[in-house]
Nanobody, 127 residues
Framework: QLQLVESGGGLVQPGGSLRLSCAASGFTLDYWSISWFRQAPGKEREGVSCISGSGGTTNYADSVKGRFTISRDNAKNTVYLQMNGLKPEDTGVYYC????????????????????WGQGTQVTVSS
């Protein structure tokens, strides 16, 4: 079974920070590229960031560059997304998934081509 479990979301004020976790269940994370997606109410699911299996390659959507940092601790079988300087437009349900590489063309793969979706974790940025 290939499954990922997201956690760490919550309600924060603009400018605040959250650290999301993506934990693997049923497989070892080491060799798998992991991507973070988010979906705002009434909008399409969009890619946020990705990280290669070794952690040597990372990519970010333009909207989060300089504010979000993706990392992984393979010993803990977990990928993290540190989110700083949060804005109201960052609000949404955040998911992690795998099945596609984190390379130069990471952005061309739609959500339907990924596997391992969990329930997601809600991030709300509001005063």
């Amino acid at each position: 079974q290939l499954q990922l479990v997201e956690s760490g979301g919550g309600l924060v004020q603009p400018g605040g920070s959250l650290r999301l976790s993506c934990a693997a269940s049923g497989f070892t994370l080491d060799y798998w590229s992991i991507s973070w997606f988010r979906q705002a109410p009434g909008k399409e699911r969009e890619g946020v960031s990705c990280i290669s299996g070794s952690g040597g390659t990372t990519n970010y959507a333009d909207s989060v560059k300089g504010r979000f940092t993706i990392s992984r601790d393979n010993a803990k079988n977990t990928v993290y997304l540190q989110m700083n300087g949060l804005k109201p437009e960052d609000t949404g349900v955040y998911y992690c998934a795998t099945g596609r590489p984190c390379g130069i063309n990471w952005h061309i793969f739609p959500p339907g081509e990924y596997d391992g979706w969990g329930q997601g974790t809600q991030v709300t940025v509001s005063s």
